[in-house]
């Protein structure tokens, strides 16, 4: 069974610029979450995907981020205009739907991204 | 809204010592329980979780972890710690009616040396 694939590996932006990370995950997974890990913290839910719908964006800083999920399969993650305090690891995982939240999570390996 | 603490930022153990790391929760309804492992430039690892049942549950390479619903903690264990166990490990909780939503600790290093 294939992992979740996630790309870039790492990017390297200025602040201001614009980054879109891109997530594909196990197939057949309703669930796909993106999460942002700042060096020395854990892992921050930013958005949560089932499907093609949102259903959880609370923590998402949606006055530069954005994200999308089309047909319930991929998905993006864009950041613009980028700030330092963004440069973070950005994970991407997914899980099967319909389990009740007892099912894992599986993880991509996650986009370095670094703000300068 | 659910949250999890994990107190210790850094465990140092002997090889072949026992090892804890200890996770505190809270949730509304019944809680899931994760522990995650992290490596170096690597994504997260599953190690075990605790759905219902018996209060122990077992998981990859040794660890185990006990579920205490008393205390609302969830510590992880290994019997005798290895060199290669050295890595981050995150506990997580999700819940009954909390629609998938996975809320992480902030981690804690484990160092196991000879």
């Known amino acids: 069974e294939a992992g979740v694939a996630q790309s870039p590996r790492y990017k390297i932006i200025e602040k201001r610029q614009s980054v879109a990370f891109w997530c594909n995950p196990i197939?057949?997974?309703?669930?796909l979450y993106w999460y942002q890990q700042i060096l020395g913290q854990g892992p921050k839910l930013l958005i949560q995907?089932?499907?093609?719908?949102?259903v959880d964006d609370s923590q998402l800083p949606k006055d530069r981020f954005s994200a999308e999920r089309l047909k319930g399969v991929d998905s993006t993650l864009k950041i613009q205009p980028a700030k330092l305090e963004d440069s973070a690891v950005y994970l991407c995982?997914?899980?099967?739907w319909g389990q009740g939240g007892y099912t894992e999570a599986f993880f991509g390996q996650g986009t370095r991204l670094t703000v300068v | 809204a659910q949250s999890v603490a994990q107190p210790e930022d850094q465990v140092n153990v002997a090889e072949g010592n026992p090892l804890t790391v200890k996770c505190t929760y809270s949730?509304?309804?019944?809680?899931?329980l994760f522990w995650y492992v992290q490596y170096p430039n690597r994504g997260l690892q599953f190690l075990l979780k605790?759905?219902?049942?018996?209060?122990l549950v077992k998981g990859s390479y040794g660890f185990e972890a006990e579920f205490n619903k008393s205390q609302t903690s969830f510590h992880l264990k290994k019997p005798s710690a290895l060199v290669s166990d050295s890595a981050l490990y995150f506990c997580?909780?999700?819940?009954?009616?909390?629609?998938?939503?996975?809320?992480f600790g902030t981690g804690t290093q484990l160092k196991v040396e000879l």
């Open positions: 997580a909780v999700s819940s009954s009616g909390g629609g998938n939503k996975l809320t």
């Open positions: 197939s057949g997974h309703a669930t």
């Open positions: 995982a997914s899980t099967p």
């Open positions: 995907f089932q499907n093609n719908g949102v």
């Open positions: 949730v509304s309804g019944n809680p899931y």
């Open positions: 605790y759905i219902t049942g018996d209060n």
